[in-house]
Each structure stands twice: as C-alpha cells, then as structure tokens.
C-alpha cells in the first residue's frame, strides 16, 4: 500500500509458505481486513477529516460544541501548535504491562506535552500505576482527561443518564484525587458521544468539555500492521491547531505497536516545525 498520497494499489496475496491448509482461510481474511481497514483512512484523509467533521456537526448537533481542532492564532509570529492526546491509559495491565517510562521519554526528548485520556480502572490497578499517574502531571507536566471508568465498546451509550452520571463522577473522583487538580477535559470512549452525556458533563459540578480530534488512523489496531502507513496518514492529516490522537502503548499486546507510531509521529511534527501541547495549552494559546 502506497503512503505517499496515491491511491492503494489492490491487494495481491502472493505464496507464503508459512501458509498450511488450517491457518491459510484466516491469513488471507486477516490481509483483506487490514488492506480495506488502510483504504478506508486513505480515502478519509483524501476528503479531508474537518469536512468530515463538517458533516458529522450537522447531522449530529449534540457534536456540535465537541472541540475536534482549534483555530490557530493569528499574530504572525505565533507558533506553530499542534495537541496530542493519548488514550486509555494508563495500563490495563497494570505495571506488568505498563510502557508509562518509555512514554515519558520519547515526550521528554521531544519537548512535548499531551493530554492523557484516561479510564479510572486502569490508573488505579497497582500502587505504582497510581504512582505513575500523579508523576505524570506532577512531575512531568502533562495533564489527564476523562475516558470513563474502563474502555467498553458500546456500553456508556446505553446507559440512563442517572447510570451513566454515576459511572462519570465516579471516575472523575477517582482522577482527580490522582491527579491533585480537576479535570476539565472529557472522551467519549470509540469517540460515542451522545445527547445524554452533552447534559451530564455540562451539568457536572466540574463541567467538562467533550474533545475528539481530525489527526487519527486506528494505530490500535493497525500500528502492530503497518505503523509507516499510520503515522504517514496522521502526518497527512495534520495542521496547526489539529488535536492528534494516539493510544496508549502496552507491553505483551498489539498495542505495543503504538509506540513506534508516537515516536515517528513527534519526530515529523518537530521536522515541520511544530511544537507539540496539551489541549489546555492549545487552548490558551488559541484563546479558548
């Protein structure tokens, strides 16, 4: 598959002799679900993901007031931003799994600050994972959101507003005492946001506002494929005032993969002059 803005070429399966008769059927299904998961992203980023944003507003209106990028400032001599966010941290695994150190290096070699949105049970599993996360607005100067109390797939959508209010304000209790300051940011796990979580955030006794992002290509299911073709897209995607959105690496999983993307991604963010933030930066610098 080509990274370079040209249309993917068609997949050609070619002999593997890793192939036997019993693991053939799922290679081949597994080659065609990464090829049409790629060519999806490259044609998403080919119409643009603020038209697509564009679109969503529309025919969604409770996304209407969800911060996906920001407008840059206009002084000239202003810097060139770009936000990273990073999802569902901290470990699910706990400090078996953890890969919070080799995060914070490749951020501290970058000069680079993020917004960690985290779920509340995976800041919570062991004493040095609770640890690791106050160091991380602590000690290292990023800052942390709210992603709930685990990431499940379809579940806080369906929820009562009274259930989903209790399931919130549980994990924000939770992250703020972690974190020692209120946290003011808020994800919608698989990026769900729905008219009953608009009326709970903006009503909490700390409200929040709901962020997404227009720099984004699946790196937690495609990185451990192809991480080039992922941080080429997010390159692609991006310009000032983008919110970029990677997740969270673990040791042992496919996940482990996405630290290959952040490091990549930084570096080409610090080759096109840019200087990479928090959403709270961002938003200061632009005025919000």
């Known amino acids: 598959l080509e ?21 053939r059927p799922m290679k081949i299904l597994d080659a065609i679900n990464v090829s049409l998961h790629k060519s999806l992203w490259w044609t998403l980023t080919r119409i643009g993901t603020r038209n697509i944003i564009s679109a969503v507003r529309f025919l969604l209106p409770w996304y209407r007031d969800t911060i996906f990028y920001f407008r840059p400032p206009q002084a000239v001599s202003a810097e060139k931003l770009i936000a990273l966010t990073i999802d569902d941290g901290l470990s699910r695994g706990g400090s078996n799994t953890s890969m919070v150190d080799e995060v914070m290096s490749i951020l501290e070699c970058y000069n680079a600050r993020a917004t960690f949105f985290v779920c509340s049970d995976y800041c919570s599993v062991d004493d040095r994972i609770k640890k690791a996360t106050r160091d991380l607005v602590l000690v290292h100067g990023h800052e942390i959101g709210n992603h709930m109390v685990e990431d499940r797939s379809g579940y806080y959508s369906r929820l009562s507003e009274v259930d989903f209010r209790e399931q919130y304000e549980s994990a924000n209790l939770i992250l703020t005492e972690l974190a020692r300051e209120n946290v003011c940011w808020f994800r919608a796990p698989q990026g769900v946001f729905t008219p009953t979580m608009r009326r709970v955030i903006s009503s909490s006794d700390i409200p929040a506002s ?67 933030v928090s959403i709270s930066q961002m938003a200061e610098a632009c005025g919000g």
């Open 210 to 276: 709901h962020v997404l992002g227009d720099v984004f290509c699946d790196d937690w299911a495609l990185a451990c494929k192809d991480s080039r073709f992922v941080c080429d897209t997010m390159v692609r995607q991006a310009t000032e005032g983008s919110i970029a959105i990677v997740h969270m690496p673990e040791r042992g999983s496919d996940r482990e993969a996405c630290l290959k993307v952040l490091e990549s991604f930084l570096q080409a963010m610090t080759d096109r002059g840019y200087k990479v």
């Open 3 to 23: 990274t370079d803005g040209t249309r993917p070429q068609a997949l050609q399966l070619r002999q593997d002799t890793s192939l036997t008769p019993n693991n």
